[in-house]
């Protein structure tokens, strides 16, 4: 069974990549656990409590509703299910299941984090996106109007487990959301994985498992040596946001409706690609291997009538600004890139712009 232990300061965890280790949900319960709350979305749980009842049978647990939806991350449904929790005999040896996409996920890891200032989660994740990347390392929290997941908590879990089977019913445009993000792993540091990309596409966007299980594996791998080396975004971590500055500012700027994030990250990769060849880092040939691959996964929807000034406003409100110099994650090859707040603002907004024009990836 691939499994990935993450360690840091606060914690020592598994991140287990196995089909079907939903089932063993109960065995990740710490010993004299009380009531479980399971923080899940009405649509996941029709597909996917099987598992997770079966494991809780014998245990006292409670399923808590989240409304859904990148407009909806915010404090407001977290203070709902506190509520809730606390009407349903919630206490300190309680635990939270965060069962559902990126959103559950961090919004459902920031709701342990905060209730009677912190009782343990374990982070069950059902999208391709959460479960490479959200479910992860320890970061939740939510929206504020102004900027993505600017109110948070760093709060590590018991145990991840990622069931890649469960990918087999996203619909197509969430999956390959969820495979932007598992280029950008290929980009930052795995050159073997961004080959396999690029020359299984046909068997990855096919779903077919044996691909599938590796390029999760491949990618939680890499996650989990990040987090362990750096939890709290001092220094390497920031690589994990590679697209994340632009795509951020794109999903704030459309108000968090128009694209899913992944989408948003495939954009800001382009314009990160865009940036670092100009900025003399990355190679005309690899920027060219890079954009054809974001390109073959795609489209995403249209970006017109965004406009180039409004996101490079944006980008200072990133948590990754520092006293108003915005830091860049930019490729240097695939495999490696280099974190840098040595950017004229022109040439970021050349980037924008260059992204905004991508035809190519928008249907
Ligand atoms: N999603 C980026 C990180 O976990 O650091």
Known sequence: MPEFLVTTPTNRYPA?????CLRSLAAHLPKGAGKVFVVTEWDVWQLHQGPVMDSLAGHPHQVLFLPGGEPNKRLAPL????GQMLAGGADRTSVVVAFGGG???DMGGFLAAMYMRGI??????TTLLAQVDASVGGKTGVNL???KNLIGAFHQPLAVLIDPAVVDTLPEREYRAGLYEIIKCGIIGDAPLFDLLESSRNDVLARQSEVVDRIIGDSVRLKAEVVSADEREGGLRRVLNLGHTFGHALEAETGYGRFLHGEAVAWGMRAATR???DAGLLAAAEAKRMDACIE???????LAGIGAEAIAARLSLDKKTRQGRVHFVLPEAVGRVRITADIAPALA?????????????TQ
């Not at 287990?16 to 079907?20: H, K, Y």
């Not at 343990?120 to 994740?125: D, G, L």
């Not at 907004?349 to 990836?361: H, P, V």
């Open 79 to 82: 203070e709902a299910l506190a």
């Open 349 to 361: 907004l050349e980037a924008i712009r260059f992204a905004l024009d991508g035809a190519a990836l």
């Open 103 to 105: 959103i559950v996920n």
């Open 296 to 302: 073959s996964y795609g489209p995403i929807p249209s």
């Open 120 to 125: 343990p989660v374990i982070q069950a994740p």
């Open 275 to 277: 940036l670092a060849l």
């Open 145 to 147: 109007a102004g900027g």
């Open 16 to 20: 287990i990549v196995e089909r079907g």
